[in-house]
């Protein structure tokens, strides 16, 4: 799973305020090369919550990015940076925590299994 996804999940328990974001609880993270688009990263900078993204990143083991995303949209080290973090760091194997109620969601084989149970909906 990339960041980006995790950039767009909730926790959809009934009842649950703090939807967003999930916590990321990392086991096993790969590193899958993606070509390097800067207009891409660019339109994508405006759309990512950041701080959940740097939180993520974090979790998997990459703190390269910069606590406050940088106005400097040009600046291609730091899009670098920014695509490694969202496009290329894969969650293979872990957890999505909510923070509210502390449910993990599994992730396995990069994919996350959002289903709730029953009492859940």
Same mark, same amino acid.
């Given at each position: 799973?990339?960041?980006?996804?995790?950039?767009?999940?909730?926790?959809?328990?009934?009842?649950?305020?703090?939807?967003?974001?999930?916590?990321?609880?990392? =086991?096993?993270?790969? $590193? $899958?090369?993606?070509?390097?688009?800067?207009?891409?990263?660019?339109?994508?900078?405006?759309?990512? =919550?950041?701080? *959940? !993204?740097?939180?993520?990143?974090?979790?998997?083991?990459?703190?390269?990015?910069?606590?406050? *995303?940088?106005?400097?949209?040009?600046?291609?080290?730091?899009? $670098?940076?920014?695509?490694?973090?969202?496009?290329? !760091?894969?969650?293979?194997?872990?957890?999505?925590?909510?923070?509210?109620?502390?449910?993990?969601?599994?992730? =396995?084989?990069?994919?996350?299994?959002?289903?709730?149970?029953?009492?859940?909906?």
């Amino acid at each position: 799973m990339r960041l980006i996804v995790h950039n767009m999940l909730t926790c959809n328990i009934k009842g649950v305020v703090n939807k967003f974001p999930l916590r990321i609880e990392a =086991e096993k993270v790969i $590193k $899958k090369d993606v070509d390097f688009n800067p207009d891409f990263l660019r339109h994508m900078l405006a759309k990512i =919550e950041w701080k *959940a !993204l740097v939180d993520g990143a974090r979790s998997m083991g990459y703190t390269e990015l910069p606590d406050h *995303a940088p106005a400097l949209e040009s600046d291609e080290p730091f899009l $670098k940076k920014f695509h490694h973090a969202l496009l290329e !760091l894969n969650l293979e194997e872990g957890s999505l925590v909510c923070q509210e109620t502390g449910r993990k969601f599994p992730v =396995e084989k990069g994919v996350p299994n959002m289903l709730l149970h029953e009492d859940e909906v």
